[in-house]
């Protein structure tokens, strides 16, 4: 799956608002976990993809939780 395959998916959400459906996160803060998660799954050289995606989502979303609560209390 390309950028623009994502993008069209991010904006055509299966029902409801977009912006309810991705907590507001903003689309470029949410374009930005995708690519940093396929990242990793290509770093984990893991031989079960299914074990490396679910790690990658993992560590996406820790770091990314730390990121967006940091910016939500007045952080950099």
């Given at each position: 799956?390309?950028t623009?395959?994502?993008?069209?998916?991010w904006?055509?959400?299966?029902?409801?608002s977009?912006?309810?459906?991705?907590?507001?996160?903003?689309e470029?803060?949410?374009?930005?976990m995708v690519e940093?998660?396929e990242?990793?799954?290509?770093?984990?050289?893991?031989?079960?993809l299914?074990?490396?995606h679910?790690?990658?989502?993992?560590?996406?979303?820790?770091?990314?939780?730390?990121?967006?609560n940091?910016?939500?209390i007045g952080?950099?």
């Amino acid at each position: 799956m390309d950028t623009a395959e994502i993008k069209k998916i991010w904006e055509a959400p299966i029902s409801g608002s977009r912006h309810i459906a991705r907590n507001y996160i903003p689309e470029t803060v949410g374009l930005e976990m995708v690519e940093y998660c396929e990242k990793l799954v290509s770093v984990f050289e893991l031989d079960d993809l299914e074990e490396a995606h679910d790690e990658a989502i993992r560590m996406t979303q820790k770091k990314f939780r730390q990121r967006l609560n940091t910016e939500r209390i007045g952080g950099a």
